[in-house]
């Protein structure tokens, strides 16, 4: 079974300019969450999509904004870039979460962006 | 204080040893928790989710003290291919699902021959 695919691999953009990142979740999971790791950081929660519907967000900036398709597929995307928004931005699927639930999340490879 | 803290390492140990490492959470409602594994520039994978009652899968064993807020992770017989970054995570699903997980800044494990 396929695991969770990004795309692209690799992003280089200009400050100022926006990015558009995609995802696709492992079949049959209705939940999709976008996570953000700067260079010797932690991962950080940015967005949550469950049913087509923002569910979730984290610390971040309104520039940063996406949405699910009805496919369940995702995409981020960042506008107005900054350096600092060079980081590897991972996606994670899981299947729909209730109350309660253990929400095991699973993580496709990244996008690494870099701003120039 | 941060949500969740490991000691970041990094632990250098021979092959064949068993090594432990230890993670702090301070949200007491807290209700899922897990270890994933990193390796260098590449997305975490799930290693286990962490029970109440403590779980093992194979040379790996996790514990979780909900009174103390710890959990850990215990590798046995260590292999050359354990070397990674390890993540303490952890889910607080309250009154209302929040869907983030809070991840720890992770622990170095170097495994020599």
């Known amino acids: 079974e396929a695991g969770v695919t990004q795309s692209p691999t690799h992003l280089i953009k200009t400050r100022g300019q926006q990015a558009t990142l995609r995802c696709s979740p492992i079949?049959?999971?209705?939940?999709v969450y976008w996570y953000q790791q700067a260079l010797g950081l932690g991962l950080q929660f940015l967005l949550w999509?469950?049913?087509?519907?923002?569910?979730n967000r984290g610390n971040f900036p309104p520039r940063f904004s996406g949405r699910q398709f009805p496919n369940y597929s995702s995409e981020l995307n960042v506008n107005a870039l900054e350096l600092e928004d060079s980081a590897l931005y991972l996606c994670?699927?899981?299947?729909?979460?209730?109350?309660?639930?253990?929400?095991?999340?699973?993580f496709g490879p990244g996008t690494r962006l870099t701003v120039l | 204080r941060k949500e969740v803290e490991q000691d970041p390492g990094p632990f250098n140990v021979p092959e064949g040893a068993t090594v432990a490492f230890n993670c702090t959470y301070s949200?007491?409602?807290?209700?899922?928790f897990f270890w994933y594994r990193q390796d260098c520039r590449k997305e975490p994978k799930l290693l286990m989710s962490?029970?109440?009652s403590g779980n093992e899968d194979g040379r790996f064993t996790a514990q979780l003290n909900r009174a103390s807020q710890y959990i850990s992770l215990l590798i046995r017989d260590s292999k050359l291919s354990d070397s990674a970054t390890y993540l303490c995570?952890?889910?607080?699903?309250?009154?209302?699902?929040?869907?983030?997980?809070?991840f720890g800044q992770g622990t170095t494990l170097q495994v020599k021959p």
């Open positions: 994670a699927s899981s299947l729909n979460v209730g109350t309660g639930t253990r929400n095991e999340q699973f």
């Open positions: 079949s049959g999971h209705t939940s």
């Open positions: 999509y469950d049913e087509g519907e923002e569910r």
């Open positions: 949200n007491s409602a807290s209700q899922s």
């Open positions: 962490v029970y109440s």
């Open positions: 995570v952890v889910n607080w699903s309250g009154s209302s699902n929040t869907g983030k997980l809070i």
